[in-house]
Every structure is written in C-alpha cells, then in structure tokens.
C-alpha cells in the first residue's frame, strides 16, 4: 500500500540548477526551509517538492528542460514549474518584490501597484496549480510556502476538497491599516484561507491576520479557528528555528578552524562586533552603521578597542533603490573610517559578498556581539545561528524589537532600530556585560533554541495540519458529499407527505450590507413556487424578519411564514397567528441601552420588532462592534436574568425576546397540522438551533456553514442550498 502523499511548494525547489562548464549543475540547497522539510521527507517516493528551477524557462533548449525535469524527478523527489524570463520581471521582481515584499515589511510607499503584475501573479499561482494537480492524490497532504504563492491554497482546495492544505508565510503579515492598501486584498486573504492550517512566526503577524480577515472577509475566529462559509481554518504560531547541530559542532571542521584563527589574530586585541545581512532596505544597515558611529562619538574611551566588521550580501544589484542603498552603505562606512581611522586601527571592516558556512561559523565564535536591527523581519534565523555557535556560552546579542526573533530571545538587549543613539547605547552595555551574564543569558537562550529546530518547526506544523481533520470535523455536522445528497434525495421522493420549513437570510439568500437588499431574486422565486405546488409537500419559510418582509416578498406564494422567530405564524391561505405574550412594556428599559450601543457604534442600528429588539452591527467596524457586542450582551444578561426574556446571537445581530418565542414554535405548529412522512430544516445561524432542537431523529437537519449545531448535515452556501432545492 502506498504512503500518504505529501507534497512541498515554494517559489524555489530545494535543488538549483545552474550552467556550468560542463553543462547544468543540480546543487543541493543547504537553507533553513530545505534542511526542514528534508527531515521530515522520505526516499519511498510518497513526498514531493515542487518548484522553479532557478534557469528562465525561455532560456533553455528542449533537450536541457528534458534533463532537468528527469533529473529532479529521478534523483530529487522534485518536479519544477516553467517561468519565463518575461514572468521572472513581472511576476517576481515586480508584484512579489515590489508590491508584497516593501508593503508586508511596512514600506507602503515604496510598494508599487501594478496591474499586469497583479494578473501575472494569478497566472504563475495557477501555473504551479496546474504543475501540482497533475501529481496530486486524493490522500495528499500540500504544504505551501510563502508570499509567492498566496492564491495557490485556495486553488488546490476549490478542485481536491478532502485534500489537506497547509500555507506558512515566512515573511511578515502587516497591520491591517497596511494590508488594505492592497488593491487586491481579498483575492489574497480568499487564497490564503483554501488553507486548513495557516502558520506564521509570532503572534503579532497571526493578529494582524487575524484582524484583516475579520474586517476584510467578515469571518471571525475563536482561539485562532476561523469559520469560513466552506470549513474551519486554523490559524497558528511555529517559530522557525535552524539546524542547530549543524552550527554548534561546526566548530570542530578544519575550515571553521583555520578561519578562526585568522580571524582571532586579526582581531587579538579587538572587541568585534558582527553585522551579517543581505543588501535591503528592510535590514535597517544604514541605521546601524551610523548608530556605530554615533557610539564612538558618545564613548570615545572604546575608540581604538572594538571593531565593526559588517557582511553584506549582493541582492537585486539592478535595481535602482538597491543601488542607492549599497552607495549609501558605502559613504557611510567611509565617513566614519575617515572620521575615526587611526595608523593603527581602522572601525569598520566593510564585506561587500556572501559569506561561506564555514567563514560565519568561525565568526559567529569570535564576536563578542552579534548586532542583527531591521527595520522589518519575518524571523531572523541569523541571531539563532550566533547562538548556536556559542558552544563556550559567551557572547551577546543585540536585536531589533521588530524581528520575529526577538519574540523568543528574551535575554539579548532589545533595541529600537530607528533609535541611533539606543543602539548606540546597547551596543556600548554589550561590550561591557559581565561574563556571569552573558554565560546566563546565552545559556537561556540557547537551551531554549537546542530544542526548537527547524526540524521540530517541520514536524511540529505537519503533526497540526494532520489534526486539522479532526479539528474541522467538531466544528460542523457531517458534510453533504454527493452520495449523501443522493441519499437525502432518495428518501424525499420516497416519502408522501413532505415538509420542509427554510430560514431565509443565509440560507436562501446571502446577506447584504442593507437587510432591505435581501429581497428574493427571481430564480429564488420559481425555486419557491415550483417546490410550493409539488403534490404532498408543505413548504415553511422561518425568518427573524417581520411579517412585512415576508408577505410583501413571499406573500403571493402558496407556503407557510412563520416570522419574527416564531413571534407570527401564517398557514397557507390564512390569517397571521401571535404568540401568545403580554405586553413587552420591557422595552421601555431596553430599548435606550440598545440605543447608546448605537449611538456609540458607527454603522449599527436598531429594529423594533413586535416582540423583539435587535441590535445590528453588519455594516460596524468589526473590532469596534466585537468591544460594544461584548459589552451590550453582559449588560442585557444582567437586566433580563429575571424577567422572561431571551439574549440571541445572530448573524451580526443581537436579539432581546421573550423566552418562548423561538423558530421551534414554527416547527411545532406545523408538524401538529400534518401527518409527515418527512420532515427537512435547513437554516444557517444560532437562532435556527431552536429549530433543529424542535425535531425528531428521524427529520433531515442541515446546517449551512460551519459551526457546533445540532443539525445532522452541513452544507456550505446559498448556492450549494438551492442546488439542493432544485434537485427535490
């Protein structure tokens, strides 16, 4: 029997593939994301990666992508993604580096919204769809990574439902006050959530998700579980960590060694301070730089004692801002060599190059303080390289607040990374930190890193997303596959006597901004009529709307109404029915509580109902609504605990009513007229639970969307609800 399938996409596969003298080279990548997935990758065939290739698709002959996809296949488990050299420009470099990476890093105005880049973006997502289900099994567990790929969950979920999807963003997730500058933000956050499990490095990025999603799409969550219309999405926090055995025994590698000793003879009578970074302007190197400086001019007894010895990586040297920022870094170090520079002591030692393994190895083991301050990072897996080099337990670590890091290094020295003169400062309390303190701070973080590698980041996410089945599983009935709609539909045309009672907002229509925009569409309404005069059925429509609302839209129709929950019934052909209640003089009271939640909530209103009020807040501002919603339901919980009166959640609507009026009175009001054979509910929201209560076993209840019910069966939407409908 196979193994269950599990497949990787990213923008890159874990193999790059160059030209070189003697024809294409296949390299094994030895990155963070690669060492990960390897550990938790099997030879049997059963896991997949998939991805670009490094080369342009248009730049190789037919005889060269044969190789490289035989070669992938056979040797590496992978299997690449064609990318033109014209797609790179647009795709790449320009939505993904130039829209997502500067807005999602908090640089909204360098972020450039391009519209061919946009639909570029959409055809490379659908591209490595097309590439991953032509692999794909039906038992497959997907993980996808990263920004490059943000629409790709949602596609491979709208075609393999039962397919488990996982989506980790290795990137910031910015505010929410950012992410709506995107002009396609929906399209993104609908992408992302085709994903069972989303994960991000902290809390904060999962917040901000969170957040955007909330006010975006409307879903909320509970504990980090988003209730999508189709599913239950989590959403949840894996730092990523480093291959930590790597680092700390790498100190026994005779290359690590003889860089070490070159670089402690350099260095012998040198405090040195370590900078290791890729060029962008999201790394904040300017800044540190000047910061050093600035320290050298506030303490100039360390002048002639420490040196800055800063790493840059080239990166997108093309580019105009990136040329601008490497001419900046350039002067800058200039500047300072030239202001502090003596015959026998130069500041900062200035690498413009990448650095090997075993070159960062020996220097993450030399200095004595690793500076690492961007202005924006995702994680920053290099301060957790310096701390697993430090074997000797020696060693300080400075680090910007606004890394993904620092969430976990809570012993390093945080700093500001806009504040020169607070680096400046943490860079000179580095210096002198005690050896007790710096053996118990690196200790800590050390002991605590030893155990959160990027193996256990791997496996830790892989062992949720499997749980995600589960999970999903309590948070809805049992879902209408086609064979239990087949079934449904079986015993509807076997039965005589039918009835079948229907909410009507979210179950029948979706909802609108204005409630008045919900009135039934004409399909809607042949659906009604033709189901209404179908021999030996009863049709029900139960709805928390007044009795005007449903006899001006459905009064012409042959059915049944029961309005205001329950408050008014109408049998066909008849008068309106009331509960029977006194007079609700508690409105009086209630009524200006609600009110001042209106007053105080922008966009929300109240409705006077005959036997109700309801506070509405569709069209409110979502994390303001969730404060006053809050605060009003424990207000009218405390106020009505004595008096006969109900406090109901609905859809964005908050309902004060008597008791006993309910939509379950419809259902017993309709099942005493009657001898059924059948008996069917559908409806979407707490207030139909009365009415899934009111039936018996033998009855068809389904909920639309997710969420705890007591329904049987759950169904996704309005559309696949009057799919139903057509086919009774």
């Not at 370590?274 to 904040?284: N, P």
Request: hydrophobic letters at 40%; proline letters at 4%.
């Amino acid at each position: 029997m196979n193994e269950t399938q599990t497949v990787f996409v990213s923008n890159r596969l874990a193999v790059r593939v160059n030209r070189g003298d003697e024809g294409l080279e296949f390299t094994p990548s030895v990155g963070g994301l690669a060492t990960g997935l390897s550990s938790v990758s099997t030879d049997d065939g059963s896991t997949l990666w998939i991805g670009w290739s490094g080369l342009p698709s248009d730049e190789l002959s037919e005889a060269e992508r044969h190789e490289i996809a035989t070669t992938l296949r056979e040797r590496h488990h992978a299997v690449p993604v064609d990318v033109s050299s014209r797609e790179l420009e647009l795709f790449y470099s320009g939505f993904c580096n130039d829209t997502i990476w500067p807005l999602f890093h908090y640089f909204p105005t360098y972020a450039e919204y391009n519209h061919d880049w946009w639909h570029s973006y959409q055809e490379i997502n659908r591209r490595f769809f097309e590439v991953l289900r032509k692999e794909l099994r039906e038992d497959a567990t997907v993980w996808v990574h990263d920004y490059h790929l943000f629409l790709l969950p949602g596609l491979i979920k709208e075609v393999f439902p039962s397919v488990k999807v996982g989506f980790f963003l290795h990137i910031p997730f910015p505010s929410y006050e950012l992410f709506r500058l995107l002009p396609w933000r929906e399209e993104l956050l609908d992408g992302m959530l085709g994903a069972d499990l989303i994960g991000f490095h902290t809390y904060d990025y999962a917040r901000h998700f969170l957040s955007s999603v909330r006010r975006l799409m409307g879903y909320d969550h509970s504990m980090g579980v988003i209730q999508t219309a189709r599913r239950a999405v989590k959403v949840d926090v894996f730092p990523m960590g480093i291959d930590w055995s790597r680092y700390a025994d790498a100190g026994t590698l005779p290359d690590v060694q003889r860089v070490l000793d070159t670089v402690s003879d350099r260095y012998h009578h040198q405090k040195l301070v370590l900078s290791v970074d890729r060029l962008d302007y999201s790394k904040g190197i300017p800044t540190r730089i000047r910061s050093f400086g600035r320290m050298l001019e506030l303490y100039p007894e360390l002048q002639g004692t420490v040196t800055l010895l800063i790493i840059v990586s080239p990166s997108r040297e093309s580019v105009t801002r990136y040329m601008e920022l490497k001419r900046e870094v350039d002067e800058l170090v200039s500047s300072i060599n030239g202001q502090f520079s003596t015959l026998d002591w130069v500041p900062i030692y200035y690498q413009y190059q990448t650095a090997s393994f075993e070159e960062l190895s020996a220097l993450y083991r030399r200095a004595d303080v690793l500076l690492v301050t961007p202005l924006r990072d995702g994680m920053n897996l290099i301060a957790k390289e310096y701390l697993a080099a430090r074997t000797d337990d020696h060693g300080v670590l400075v680090l910007s607040e606004t890394a993904g890091a620092a969430r976990e290094l809570s012993e390093a020295i945080h700093v500001n990374p806009s504040d020169i003169d607070g680096i400046a400062g943490a860079i000179r309390d580095a210096l002198l930190q005690p050896e007790e303190e710096q053996e118990h701070n690196i200790g800590e973080m050390r002991r605590r890193l030893e155990r959160l590698t990027v193996q256990y980041w791997a496996q830790s996410f892989l062992d949720k997303l499997d749980g995600m089945a589960e999970l999903q599983a309590s948070y809805r009935a049992q879902p209408i596959t086609a064979s239990v709609g087949r079934e449904i539909v079986s015993r509807w045309q076997a039965a005589s006597n039918r009835l079948l009672i229907l909410d009507y907002d979210g179950t029948l229509v979706r909802f609108f901004r204005r409630p008045g925009q919900a009135r039934p569409d004409a399909e809607l309404l042949t659906l009604l009529s033709d189901l209404a005069a179908r021999e030996g059925v009863q049709l029900v429509i139960s709805s928390g709307r007044d009795r005007a609302n449903l006899e001006g839209w459905l009064g012409e129709l042959p059915v049944g109404l029961g309005a205001g929950h329950g408050a008014w019934i109408r049998m066909p052909g008849q008068d309106w029915d009331a509960a029977s209640v006194g007079v609700p003089g508690w409105k009086d009271q209630i009524g200006p509580i609600i009110q001042s939640a209106v007053d105080r909530t922008p966009g929300s209103a109240i409705e006077e109902k005959d036997f109700s009020l309801a506070w509405h807040y569709r069209n409110s501002e979502p994390e303001l609504a969730n404060v006053r919603l809050a605060e009003l339901r424990e207000t009218l919980i405390s106020l009505t605990s004595n008096l006969e009166l109900s406090v109901l959640d609905g859809n964005r609507v908050l309902e004060v009513k008597p008791t006993h009026i309910h939509k379950g009175r419809v259902v017993h009001r309709f099942m005493e007229h009657g001898d059924w054979d059948l008996v069917m509910a559908i409806g979407d929201d707490a207030t139909d639970e009365y009415m899934f209560q009111a039936l018996d076993d033998a009855a068809i209840s389904i909920k639309v969307g997710v969420g705890a019910t007591a329904a049987r069966y759950s169904i996704d939407g309005v559309g696949e609800v009057r799919q139903l409908l057509a086919s009774l």
